[in-house]
Nanobody, 119 residues
Framework: QVRLVESGGGLVQAGGSLRLSCADS????????MGWFRQAPGKEREFVAA????????AYADSVKDRFTISRDNAENTMYLQMNSLKPEDTAVYYC????????????WGQGTQVTVSS
């Protein structure tokens, strides 16, 4: 089956940085784009950032723009999220996801990695 595996989460102090990775595992597949989402306790899942796989076009939530940078390695089918100037409100489980086509919802999701930002 198709699997996405996140890594790189952890505990960091406010103002610090983390770099998340999302790598393919299992059955190979083609994708149009990949994205990062997060879910904090008691809140619904929210969009963080996305990147198209061929053109590298990016999109960011306003809350992370200018602090987070999404990137990808097409050859390795790996996506990254560089998170700088982290704030306590960034604390959440971060999920990577893959979208097979331009239109529609995301098709595959990883298991999530915890990011905790302390004051």
């Amino acid at each position: 089956q198709v699997r996405l595996v996140e890594s790189g989460g952890g505990l960091v102090q406010a103002g610090g940085s983390l770099r998340l990775s999302c790598a393919d595992s299992g059955r190979p597949f083609s994708r149009y784009s990949m994205g990062w989402f997060r879910q904090a306790p008691g809140k619904e899942r929210e969009f963080v950032a996305a990147i198209t796989w061929t053109g590298g076009s990016t999109a960011y939530a306003d809350s992370v723009k200018d602090r987070f940078t999404i990137s990808r390695d097409n050859a390795e089918n790996t996506m990254y999220l560089q998170m700088n100037s982290l704030k306590p409100e960034d604390t959440a489980v971060y999920y990577c996801a893959a979208k097979l086509s331009r239109v529609g919802q995301y098709d595959y999701w990883g298991q999530g990695t915890q990011v905790t930002v302390s004051s």
